[in-house]
């Protein structure tokens, strides 16, 4: 039986919606849609179940192990907001669906369903991406945070997107127009951090040549984001938690106090709590960056997204490369304790091993040397570069041989893997003819931590 037409003024109300909207009724058959509504789910949605035209079932969300709206609005009388996986005409997608009940001719008959599409804003190359229930989750909380000014605390293993998931906070809150700064805190002393951080007036310590501008000043009105919290070095803390109570701080070798307005995002892979009870970290500081913790799930919590970002992160690369089924069901048994980005390595180096347009498993397999294997290649390597180094500083008078000219690599002398990393990270930035930016490409890593490994280095000199 054809439904009764809908009155004017709520049609009206439809139309008003600056997103996709649908009328329901309690049966969960929808009434009438806007033209967003039907530009997204077609037009031959009204007369047809809610559930049937967003997700395909032939039974209420509820009935299929998923949180209803519809059903909570019904029984509460409130407005009720969830996130939704809805099947769309760009395919499944997110959506924040809010549903509330309308004053009509049939009171608490009518509900005003709305949808917001939460991945749609922002560029293409930061964002994040997933259809897991355990994404989503993490999804829907920081949905959630978005639009207000609250502090976010962003925990989970290292390469599980948590820079990402900032700037999701970021793109998608009131601040979207105005900076977001990153500040990188591992591997910074105290005194480089403080400077880096709050600035510091001409003549502060030796080599402030400049009176420089920090990060702080720079994210006003914007976002900052601490990385890495967890190795703020303990002195400073105490300037960190008055710098979030009051929005106070002083620049290196001033006495000016300045304010800056920003919205503090934090993360870590670390667990604070733990070092709290080690006496690494300040309890005080911990509930000032904590308010809204979100866990974001490691790779091997979410083998259903496998496919979806292995595509995402094979079309960002110079030629358009596939995954064979072989391949895709390789890598979902892979447990990935690198996380998106070491599946984005692997991916990068199968691209360079693939001559044709399909990878194969043979070119995803990094299990082809132990570790020992490893270890006879990097000091051959080394040896080929003939770069001079010393084993024994306390022996030699230089720091692990980084610049000492007198004694030759040799084969029977072994050093840490680390030290071989910083004798070539600083053997090729001092003959790499290009910027860091480049160099930092050319090595596979970001910019970012190119930086923080050379200046660890020299720190070490």
């Known amino acids: 039986m054809p439904l009764p037409k809908t009155p004017q003024k709520l049609q009206q109300q439809l139309d008003e919606q600056e997103t996709p909207a649908a009328l329901l009724n309690s049966q969960y058959k929808i009434i009438a849609v806007n033209e967003l509504y039907e530009q997204e789910f077609g037009t031959q949605a009204v007369n047809r179940f809610c559930y049937e035209v967003s997700h395909g079932y032939n039974k209420p969300c509820d009935q299929a192990g998923e949180s209803c709206p519809l059903k909570s609005a019904i029984g509460s009388g409130q407005s009720q907001r969830v996130l939704h996986i809805h099947q769309t005409k760009q395919g499944p997608d997110h959506v924040d669906v809010e549903v509330t009940p309308v004053n009509s001719p049939r009171p608490g008959k009518l509900f005003l369903e709305t949808m917001r599409f939460v991945n749609r804003a922002g560029d293409e190359q930061h964002k994040i991406l997933g259809l897991s229930p355990t994404f989503t989750e993490a999804l829907s909380l920081l949905n959630r945070a978005a639009k207000s000014n609250i502090s976010v605390l962003l925990l989970g293993e290292s390469g599980t997107g948590k820079e990402l998931a900032a700037r999701y906070l970021h793109s998608h809150s009131k601040r979207k127009d105005k900076p977001f700064v990153v500040v990188e805190c591992s591997g910074l002393s105290e005194t480089l951090f403080e400077s880096e951080l709050f600035g510091h007036e001409k003549g502060a310590f030796t080599g402030a040549i400049h009176k420089k501008h920090g990060l702080v000043e720079a994210a006003n009105g914007g976002t900052l984001f601490l990385d890495e919290l967890g190795d703020v070095p303990l002195p400073l803390q105490v300037k960190l938690l008055r710098l979030i109570e009051t929005g106070s701080y002083r620049p290196v070798g001033s006495i000016t106090e300045k304010h800056a307005d920003f919205r503090l995002i934090c993360a870590t892979h670390q667990n604070l709590e733990q070092l709290i009870a080690e006496g690494k970290f300040r309890k005080d500081l911990f509930y000032r960056v904590s308010p809204f913790p979100v866990i974001l799930p490691p790779l091997k919590e979410r083998t259903d997204d496998i496919e979806l970002l ?11 490369l596939k995954l064979s089924q072989a391949a895709l069901n390789y890598l979902k048994t892979q447990s990935f304790p690198g996380n998106i980005r070491e599946l984005k390595n692997i991916l990068a180096r199968a691209a360079i091993l693939c001559d044709g347009d ?21 000091a051959r390597a080394t040896a080929n570069i003939n770069f001079n180094y010393a084993a024994n500083k306390n022996t030699t008078g230089v720091n692990n041989g980084i610049n000492n000219p007198t004694n030759p690599f040799n084969s029977d002398q072994l050093v840490t893997l680390e030290t071989l990393e910083k004798l070539y990270l600083k053997y090729v930035s001092s003959r790499y003819s290009g910027d860091n930016k480049h160099l930092a490409k050319a090595l596979g890593v970001s910019e970012r931590t190119l930086y923080r490994k050379l200046r660890e280095a020299q720190e070490n000199e």
């Open 310 to 320: 292995s595509n995402h992160l094979l079309s960002q690369m110079e030629e358009p």
């Open 358 to 378: 399909l990878i194969e498993v043979k070119h995803l397999d990094t299990n082809l040397k132990s570790k020992k294997q490893l270890e006879d290649l990097s």
